[in-house]
């Protein structure tokens, strides 16, 4: 990674090396951190934050469901993003709020430690590796399972939630795949380590529905929002494992993955083992609003 200038601290802008935080913050210890991925374009009208309001809401909601107070309002954190990002003098980037429990007590009650806020931002390419949002990727589906609805809260996009999407990365990553496909508690497929999934067939397309801990992500909303403007039917439903490897298309969409046609699972060849006409068709329209900055949907915030 490259170190920038900066980094938004609670509500101060300091040099990235002096972003640090004491090893007895209640964080280190129990994953007591709630945090966003945000993506800052340089379109052609300039650069633009993709569903900024949407991404502090999500903090917003997630700190909640944890019962963590952010010390600062939603504009307040929404200045601090387009003010760290001029501070790092990025064209595009990626950004990463972050709301964590800090110092006060080491024991399990999170209530008696502080609450801090920082935001970073680098500069990042495609996620899941060059050539991908063309060429597709090879996934393996996880021997491990989403957490189930009673234990971890998947809607909370929380620290401790990524010991989870680790075990499926790393997975995966050892047997050569690109990505891990978690099932959920009852078999039916759920979502990638850090990605919703889509999967066509006979021309619908088909997505878990939002209880089935996934996080419901806002790349999903937005193919969600274009497939039904393109005319396509776009069904929320429950997936079953074979239903991937039977399938026309499959693509996986996140801030980072943005719309990652998938060529492969478990070695059964998906459509012709390239991107599909309908991922494709998606995918163009996506990234021609992030590209060119015009967004008939009011998606991006201009800085
Ligand atoms: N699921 C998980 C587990 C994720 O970490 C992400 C990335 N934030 C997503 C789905 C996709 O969400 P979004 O489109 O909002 O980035």
Known sequence: MNKTAKIWMNGELIDWIDAKIHILSHVVHYGSSTFEGIRCYETSKGSAVLFLDEHIKRLRDSSKIYRIEIPYS????????????????????????????????VGVNPHRASV???????????YL?????????????????????????????????????????????????????????????????????????????????????ILPGFTRYAVMHIAKEL????????????ALYIADEVFLTGTAAEITPVRSIDKYPIGNEKRGPITEAL???????VQTGEDPYNWLTFI
């Open 231 to 242: 005319g396509y039917e776009v069904r929320e439903t429950l997936i079953p494992r074979e």
């Open 129 to 213: 590796g060059d050539d991908v949002l063309e060429n597709g990727v090879d996934v393996r589906v996880s021997s491990w399972n989403r957490p189930a609805p009673n234990t971890l809260p998947a809607w909370a996009k929380a620290g401790g939630n990524y010991l989870n999407s680790q075990l499926i990365k790393m997975e995966a990553l050892m047997d050569d795949y690109a990505e891990g496909l978690a099932l959920d508690v009852n078999g039916y497929v759920s979502e990638g380590s850090g990605e919703n999934i889509f999967v066509v067939r006979d021309g619908i397309i088909y997505t878990p529905m939002s209880a089935q801990s």
């Open 283 to 289: 995918q163009h329209a996506y990234l021609k609003i």
């Open 74 to 105: 939603e504009q307040e954190l929404k200045d601090a993003v387009i003010k760290i990002i001029h501070a790092n003098s990025h064209k595009a980037c990626y950004i990463r709020p972050l709301v964590y429990r800090g110092q006060g007590a």
């Open 116 to 126: 801090e806020v920082a935001i970073a931002t680098w500069e990042w390419g495609a």
